[in-house]
């Protein structure tokens, strides 16, 4: 029973299409997240969202538009793709206020823009 | 801010032997949690090994621990009686303004 699932493992699209990445996460937490691991494996924080809310977006370009329907789901939508936004992108979250701030990561979307 | 700083980009050590992994930070948060996660070659990230910063007490899973130096800044991860399976990218991560911060990774490769 997967704590934090996403959708699709893999996305080859072409420049310019849009494209969504899909998460949701069956351990009632109510923090989500979406990182970037780029090609030398950096990773770094893109958005987060706690109760629905948005609460971090790191200056992120407007092609990007995370929404959460609820708690328990956080997707990634992607405009007008660019060859650079080829990474992998990884869901997670964690339940903050109960001071055990481990995140619980999905398996990765790679993604790859030709 | 946040910053995460891991000085080993690559590390490679003999089956059964024992290697360090090091991790500085710096954080202007007085109650933080610093962390390790593995991601093997199947991208997956899992969590190594967690340290609550006011608890003094190192932690210690299994043949994993870490060396928390507060006043230094240093939180570095020791893995004993080293294995196959521990061949991964090695990330050392601190939590504070509501996120996840992560060093740049050390590939730690296990030679048989």
């Known amino acids: 029973d997967t704590a934090v699932s996403q959708t699709p493992k893999y996305l080859v699209t072409q420049m310019g299409n849009d494209k969504s990445i899909k998460c949701e996460q069956n351990?009632?937490?109510?923090?989500m997240y979406w990182y970037k691991q780029d090609s030398k494996k950096f990773l770094k924080i893109m958005f987060s969202?706690?109760?629905?809310?948005?609460?971090i977006n790191e200056t992120v370009p407007n092609r990007f538009s995370p929404k959460s329907p609820d708690k328990a789901h956080l997707n990634l939508h992607i405009n007008s793709l660019e060859l650079g936004d080829s990474a992998v992108y990884f869901c997670?979250?964690?339940?903050?206020?109960?001071?055990?701030?481990?995140?619980?990561f999905g398996q990765g979307t790679r993604l790859t823009v030709v | 801010a946040q910053t995460v700083t891991q000085s080993q980009p690559e590390m490679s050590v003999q089956e059964a032997e024992t290697v360090t992994l090091s991790c500085t930070y710096d954080t202007s948060e007085s109650n933080y949690y610093l962390f390790w996660y593995k991601q093997p070659p199947s991208r997956q990230m899992i969590l190594v090994i967690r340290q609550e910063a006011y608890k003094q007490q190192n932690a210690t899973e299994n043949r994993f621990s870490v060396n928390f130096q507060k006043a230094a800044k240093s939180f570095s991860l020791k893995i004993s009686d080293s294995q196959l399976g521990d061949t991964a990218m090695y990330f050392c991560?601190?939590?504070?303004?509501?996120?996840?911060?992560f060093g740049t990774g050390t590939r730690l490769t296990i030679i048989p």
């Open positions: 991560a601190s939590f504070g303004n509501e996120k996840l911060t």
């Open positions: 997670a979250s964690s339940q903050v206020d109960r001071g055990n701030t481990e995140a619980f």
């Open positions: 969202y706690n109760n629905k809310e948005l609460i």
């Open positions: 351990l009632g937490h109510d923090t």
